[in-house]
T-cell receptor, first 109, second 116 residues
């Protein structure tokens, strides 16, 4: 079973920041939080990952709570092309990824 | 990021035939690759872990004799769907772990299989 829970869907206005929450209350100390997104009919695209510190790259920012039981993916300026299903993943040491249902993000014009 | 490529992107085959899907890591070596399948409007389901030079490890409920996995080199894993049936029609996706980037997992573009 997936180790994360996410809202089923979210809407965000174009140009605004999209904040996608994820709960991973059973995460172990050496497990990473990864975020991927899947645009229709394509393979999942890597976005960002982190262990305990906040991370930022050209695509997004990842905020991980101090107790590591939850995290938030932030897309700073959402565009229509960011419409996708976003998956929050806890990656185990064997690199096996079990997908949950993800959050379907709709960017509204 | 690292690139994982699948071939073919889509394939149509007749019932009873076998079809092979390739997964390549283009700019890194991957001792471990993973195969998933995804039905419309559903999430990805892990089928098996492909280990270079050894047998694949299959998830519960996945028939190893039907979904043959071969990982003969550090950059190539293949999935062969044997004696295909229409219910095998699905989106098949592979992924690979890049040790050069802290074992970040990258996914291929996926392969659409339609069995007629």
């Amino acid at each position: 079973d997936a180790k994360t829970t996410q809202p089923t869907s979210m809407d965000c206005a174009e140009g605004r920041a999209a904040n996608l929450p994820c709960n991973h209350s059973t995460i172990s100390g050496n497990e990473y939080v990864y975020w991927y997104r899947q645009i229709h009919s394509q393979g999942p695209q890597y976005i960002i990952h982190g262990l305990k510190n906040n991370e930022t790259n050209e695509m997004a920012s990842l905020i991980i709570t101090e107790d590591r039981k939850s995290s938030t993916l932030i897309l700073p300026h959402a565009t229509l092309r960011d419409t996708a299903v976003y998956y929050c993943i806890v990656k185990s040491l064997d690199d096996k990824i079990i997908f949950g249902k993800g959050t379907r993000l709709h960017i509204l014009p | 990021g690292a690139v994982v490529s699948q071939h073919p992107s889509w394939v149509i085959c007749k019932s009873g035939t076998s079809v092979k899907i390739e997964c390549r890591s283009l700019d890194f070596q991957a001792t471990t690759m993973f195969w998933y399948r995804q039905f419309p409007k559903q999430s990805l389901m892990l089928m098996a872990t492909s280990n270079e030079g050894s047998k694949a490890t299959y998830e519960q409920g996945v028939e190893k004799d039907k979904f043959l996995i071969n990982h003969a080199s550090l950059t190539l894993s293949t999935l062969t769907v044997t004696s295909a049936h229409p219910e095998d029609s699905s989106f098949y996706i592979c992924s690979a772990s890049d040790s050069n980037s802290g074992n970040t997992i990258y996914f291929g573009e996926g392969s659409w299989l339609t069995v007629v």
